[in-house]
């Protein structure tokens, strides 16, 4: 009976930290609007455009690291299930701890990345990237989305 | 006489330049009367600058006697056309587009009060300059060297739409002949509605078990009568019947799918006798 | 047998609690969007008409199949009909230190070319540029239009030397 009242005093120190802990959130802020394209026009949108560049804002346990990846759409779906190409480059990524886009590190979106939530548990995700319309792109608009995720460590 | 003196050194631009001229979308600028405003793009994928003028005039696609669409002009528009050269402006109307730079043009109509309910139509003129090309490969200060401005004019369609617009179109007349390998093919459009008919045209010769011999699709625009000429690559035909299907439709991949107005598809055929 | 028991069930709850810090993933989403607003016309220069050099007194004649010919580029819609126009000098006009030396130039009916979709002059169409001509873009996989157009320049005898000029002005016109 005492090594079962002592089995349940430790659990419950176990248990209550994680009770405690703040839980994970991902909010999605702004889309990346790559607005009027040129068919046959590349069009980049850079991660430090506070207007057109994608922007998620995260939230968990403070001071706590997190990985962070990106589900990336390799094209874009307009009109008749036309298609338009999009690339992602090494630096389209950045994060920023204190949730400001003039102050971000950044990183490649197609590979995770490691981030620290600051002191209270906030941080902001940015992204740019590069549209590639064809000479003969169908006019209209087009359409795609992005995930990212967002797991801390053990 | 020095054997330098005989000679004029005309220098229209040696070797390649490269690109010139301006990249311009959409090619077709529908203005919607609640709004009253439109806008171009312009894109220079030069390494140069480019000097672009803006400017406007009345006229719209007709065909001529042999079948060739063209752009008729006319000068002076009466009140009761339907143009609106008149009463868009174009802001800027001169820029200078930098080295691998966009610039929009915006357009602005201020049509007349009491405008009926319909479609209006002007043609935008983009003249675009590249600068003066370089004289080169004449040192003998006798001889005489040329230097060439080079410039690109565009000419794209602007309609404006106010109230309720409608459009249609029938065929008429359809007919071919067999020349050489193609077959000429000749057809009487006209417009129906207040709005210009902005479409596809599809001509497809088949043989008596439906199978296509031959066929060509292309954009169309009929704005008041037309008779243009189409030709259908077809090779040698046996002797025998065909029939040729003809047809229109608002289908178009150049422009946005809100942009060109509805209308049911137009079919027509007719038989091709090959002696 | 109840020391076994509790045992047993801590072994139990052990594996029952969830452990602090272990990984978990949250996800969310955000749009990328894009208008493509409309099928874009380019005119593009290859190659500018070049006369090298030219005795004075002789007329001198640039093919437009020859190498120097002038020669454009002409992207846009698949299969459109396009209406070509030309504005040609016909005075090459000396801007230095002798003004109103002039040197004529010519367009003759076969001094302009057009090829749908092939940039090769050998297989154009002739026209006369000072008329223009209507033709068609290319098809989905090449929606081009090639031009070409040559020229005579006639220099006097007596022309004057400094530098000559003029505009050549060509018109492309969507229908």
Known sequence: ?154 | MKPTGLWVALLLCAGRLGAQGVVIAPHAVFIDARTRSGAVLLYNPNAEPAEVAISFFYGYPATDSAGRIVVRTVERPDSTSSSAAGWIQAFPRRLTVPPLERQTIRLLATPPAGLVDGEYWARLVISAKGGQLPVTGVADTAKVKVGLTLEVRTIIGVFYRKGAVHTGVTVSGLRTAVVGDSLAVWARLTQQGNAAYIGSVHAALVDSTGRTLGEMKAPIGVYYTMEPRYALSIGALAPGRYRLRFDLSTGREDLAPELVLPSPPVRDSVEVRVP | ?175
């Open chain 1, 1 to 154: 009976m005492k090594s079962l009242r002592l089995a349940f005093v430790l659990m419950a120190a176990v248990v209550v930290p994680l009770v405690g802990q703040r839980p994970i959130t991902v909010t999605g802020v702004q889309s990346l609007a790559f607005g009027t394209l040129l068919p046959g026009v590349p069009t980049i949108v850079v991660r430090t455009d506070a207007v057109k560049s994608g922007q998620f804002s995260i939230n968990g346990p403070h001071d706590a690291q997190a990985q962070v990846t990106f589900t990336l759409p390799a094209v874009l779906t307009g009109p008749g299930g036309a298609t338009l190409p999009l690339t992602f480059g090494g630096s389209d990524a950045g994060y920023s701890q204190s949730q400001n886009i003039g102050s971000q590190v950044g990183f490649d979106p197609k590979q995770s990345f490691v981030i620290t939530f600051s002191q209270q548990g906030r941080g902001s995700v940015f992204l740019g990237g590069t549209a590639r319309p064809a000479p003969t792109q169908r006019a209209g608009a087009y359409t795609a989305i992005i995930t990212l995720n967002v797991a801390t460590f053990p």
């Open chain 3, 1 to 175: 047998m109840t020391a076994r028991r509790a045992r047993a069930g801590l072994l139990l709850l052990g594996l029952l609690v969830p452990r602090p810090g272990l990984s978990q993933g949250v996800g969310g989403s955000v749009g990328i969007d894009a208008n493509v607003i409309g099928q874009a016309l380019t005119v593009t220069t290859l190659s500018n008409l070049n006369f090298g050099s030219v005795p004075k007194g002789i007329a001198t004649t640039v093919q437009p199949t020859a190498a120097g010919a002038g020669a454009w580029q002409i992207q846009g819609t698949k299969n459109a009909d396009v209406s070509i126009g030309f504005v040609l000098p016909t005075l090459l006009i000396n801007v230095q230190a002798l003004p109103g030396s002039t040197i004529p130039l010519s367009f003759g009916a076969t001094s302009g070319r057009w090829n749908r979709a092939t940039n090769n002059v050998a297989g154009a169409t002739a026209f006369n540029p000072s008329a223009g001509t209507t033709a068609k873009l290319g098809p989905t996989a090449n929606p081009y239009l090639y031009l070409w157009i040559g020229g005579t320049v006639s220099p006097a005898a007596t022309a004057k030397p400094g530098v000559y000029t003029g505009t050549i002005i060509v018109t492309i016109a969507y229908l």
